[in-house]
Nanobody, 124 residues
Framework: QVQLHESGPGLVKPSQTLSLSCTVSGDSITTPYYYWTWIRQPLGGKDLEWIGYISWSGSTSDSPSLTRRASISRDTSKNQFTLQLSSVTPEDTGVYYC???????????????WGRGTQVTVSS
């Protein structure tokens, strides 16, 4: 059974870098042909927003709407992938999810496994 679990600080100050990790169990993040994705739901229950992914091979894609503030990396020894979002503002507040998909489409798609999500608040 594949499980994903997000972890990271719940509170980040404006202009700092947010760092979240997703630990995967039940599958290897190097298994072809999966894409390990970060998605968020902004404050107020707004629509889900695709942040980006890292593929089984280590290639990455991220959303242009984040003006290249997002960086996704991985640690295969820990079976973990990480999101770093720089220069955060209160608009980055929301629930952050990690998920798995079999599609390399750069945008929201269909995900067969999700983490439970972690709340992130950007505030001074």
């Amino acid at each position: 059974q594949v499980q994903l679990h997000e972890s990271g600080p719940g509170l980040v100050k404006p202009s700092q870098t947010l760092s979240l990790s997703c630990t995967v169990s039940g599958d290897s993040i190097t298994t072809p042909y999966y894409y390990w994705t970060w998605i968020r739901q902004p404050l107020g229950g707004k629509d889900l927003e695709w942040i980006g992914y890292i593929s089984w091979s280590g290639s990455t894609s991220d959303s242009p709407s984040l003006t290249r503030r997002a960086s996704i990396s991985r640690d295969t020894s820990k079976n973990q992938f990480t999101l770093q979002l720089s220069s955060v503002t209160p608009e980055d507040t929301g629930v952050y999810y990690c998920a798995r998909t079999g599609s390399g489409f750069s945008g929201l798609g269909n995900y067969d496994h999700w983490g439970r999500g972690t709340q992130v608040t950007v505030s001074s």
